[in-house]
């Protein structure tokens, strides 16, 4: 007998999917909502900064008032808000003087780098070293794993950062120290892709290690809640290798969590690549968010807190899609002939 | 309540971290019988160096100001508004989970959208437009940091209730004709509140972390000793002298560790049957 085929239709998991996809459209209405309304509440606006930043007369700011839409009324804006939305129109940067999705649309492939270079790296390092320290639970390895990660999950990662920039870059001089690339080296093709990864190595090991402790500690306490569940120790009795029966088994059943874990940070991620690109000078999404802080760029926080919320759920789908995947799980009810 | 106590204590790491945020929170909020020195004065040469200088122990920053006072300062601030975020955060949670896990339907379902709305936007980018918008101060950053980090307790009552509602206990309060908010204040929440004590030391720990960060950035209170203003000042100078920003990292490190600690044991100490590996 063949085994039962898996799709991921059968599985409960996939459930789940279709209700967050039914969902989102309320959500990033929620989100649209939200943001437009705490940042109405700011005082001044847009035009104030604008003119702030670069001057204009009385005659000057009537005109961009009305150009902007700024002369209605709230609801109205969010209305032509929206609209413009739909078309890929957020707004005007006043900081930049560009258009809002051109800044974000500039700095966001760095930050994604960043994100998915941080996330790959936690996930390998946590879960590979979750695995060690999981295989023998209070074993003299596990101890020091885990002690490790109760720390370094309690580091601030903009101190992390200072800390390996100091060692890695100032003293060993083995990395560059901030930036995105060499600045004047005119590297083009492979050696600029090469040039960029080094940057980005800093920045990635900052951001990583943080989450890395997090998905060990997961992975670590899901194999401890494993190996006492029932088909664990049937899987024992059966006789097979220590080996097999840890990555196969008890591992296996640990990653769920650490895999849901994933999309719940992607959000966290995002927030933390704001102190990380600061540290390093790196111009992603994140350095961008706090350059339109201090500048009272609100059109561009505006642009940058939907955008992010965007990825989100984009990134949670997919980590909800993957989970069904996974997920050992079958529903049996839902198979039809 | 000393049934609970009795298991906490048990357990030697979350006791001796519990003693490390008590002494904590007693040197913050007796800095100044603690250790007189005024923060904000130059009071000595810059750039003293640690364990010099007697009268500076832990030498002073570049404008001759005594780290030991800004550190105990510093430690006043990050756990005022930690505590008061985190406390804010459970409360206006706990509200928004009781009134969806009673209402039910339509009410429910659209308090859990907007809760959804909340964990969508990113809690660090929420809290620096919540900066931006009500200014630096002290009374801002709670709120920044409590606008993110309600969602988790309202999401745990939320669940709590739903496994409360159909006890026997909670059929008998209903049966005995004890008026609906009687019940849902009196019967549900008390037993739906333990896993939310634990969350709290969660976001208790995440808060100092946030406004360390925003601090760091430069969007707190300028004229308030904190650590990660600290960090960031010690940063012109971090290679020759790494200390200034080693030592508020560490206090900061320190803390979250403490605090992480007792909200494991907490949670260890809630879920007894849960027997320990």
């Keep these: ?337 | 309540m000393t049934d609970l106590l009795v298991r906490f204590a048990r357990d030697r790491a979350a006791l001796l971290a519990a003693c490390v945020v008590a002494g904590l929170t007693l040197a913050a909020a007796s800095a100044q019988l603690l250790w007189p020195l005024d923060p904000e004065a130059v009071g000595g040469p810059p750039l003293l160096r640690p364990l010099v200088d007697p009268a500076h122990p832990l030498g002073t920053d570049r404008l001759g100001r005594d780290v030991l006072a800004r550190l105990l300062h510093g430690a006043r601030l990050s756990l005022t508004v930690a505590f008061a975020a985190a406390g804010a955060a459970t409360v206006l949670g706990s509200a928004v989970g009781l009134a969806a896990g009673l209402a039910g339907g339509r009410i429910d379902e659209l308090l859990m959208r907007i809760t959804d709305a909340f964990q969508t936007v990113p809690g660090f980018l929420l809290a620096l437009a919540f900066v931006s918008v009500l200014g630096p101060e002290a009374r801002s950053v709670v709120l920044a940091i409590a606008a993110s980090a309600w969602t988790g307790p309202a999401r745990l009552v939320r669940a709590e209730i739903a496994s409360l509602a159909g006890r026997d206990f909670v059929l008998a309060a209903v049966v005995a004709g004890l008026p609906r908010l009687d019940i849902a204040l009196r019967v549900l929440l008390p037993n739906a509140l333990p896993p939310v004590v634990a969350f709290a030391a969660t976001n208790v720990a995440s808060a100092v972390l946030i406004e360390a960060a925003l601090s760091f950035l430069g969007l707190a209170d300028p004229n308030r000793a904190s650590w990660g203003a600290m960090i960031a000042e010690g940063r012109a100078v971090l290679v020759s002298e790494p200390w200034l920003s080693i030592l508020p990292g560490l206090a900061l490190l320190l803390t979250v560790l403490a605090v992480n600690l007792v909200g494991e044991g907490l949670n260890e100490a809630l879920a007894p049957r849960r027997a320990r590996p």
């Design chain 1, 1 to 337: 007998m063949s085994p039962p085929e898996r799709s991921f239709v059968r599985g409960p998991a996939w459930l789940l999917v279709r209700r967050r996809l039914a969902q989102a459209p309320l959500v990033l209405l929620f989100v649209l909502v939200g943001a437009f309304l705490l940042l109405e509440a700011a005082p001044g606006d847009a035009v104030d900064a604008y003119v702030a930043s670069l001057g204009g007369d009385a005659g000057f700011v009537r005109e961009l008032r009305e150009r902007w839409g700024l002369d209605r009324s709230a609801p109205t804006r969010f209305l032509l808000y929206l609209a413009g939305l739909a078309t890929g129109d957020l707004g005007w940067s006043v900081a930049f003087d560009r258009p809002v999705l051109a800044v974000i649309a500039e700095r966001l492939p760095v930050t994604l780098a960043l994100a998915g270079g941080a996330t790959l790296f936690a996930f390998a390092l946590g879960t590979g070293l979750g695995i060690l320290a999981g295989a023998r639970p209070q074993g003299p390895l596990d101890r020091i794993l885990s002690a490790a990660a109760l720390v370094l999950n309690a580091t601030p990662s903009f101190w992390l950062g200072l800390l390996l920039a100091l060692l890695f870059a100032v003293r060993l001089r083995w990395l560059p120290l901030a930036g995105i690339e060499t600045i004047g080296a005119g590297y083009s093709g492979l050696v600029r892709l090469l040039d960029l990864a080094r940057h980005l190595v800093l920045p990635v090991l900052t951001l990583g290690l943080v989450y890395a402790a997090l998905y060990l500690r997961l992975m670590r306490a899901g194999m401890v809640e494993a190996w006492r569940s029932d088909f664990v120790r049937a899987a024992r009795a059966k006789g097979i290798s220590r080996r097999r029966l840890v990555l196969r088994h008890v591992a296996r059943n640990a990653l769920l969590p650490v895999v849901t874990m994933l999309g719940l940070q992607s959000a966290t991620l995002v927030g933390g690549s704001v102190v990380v690109e600061s540290v390093f000078a790196v111009p992603g999404l994140g350095r961008l968010a706090a350059e339109a802080v201090t500048q009272r760029d609100f059109p561009l926080l505006l642009g940058i807190l939907i955008v992010s919320a965007l990825l989100v759920l984009l990134v949670n789908l997919l980590v909800d899609l993957l989970y069904a995947r996974i997920d050992p799980r079958v529903e049996l009810g839902a198979r039809t002939p």
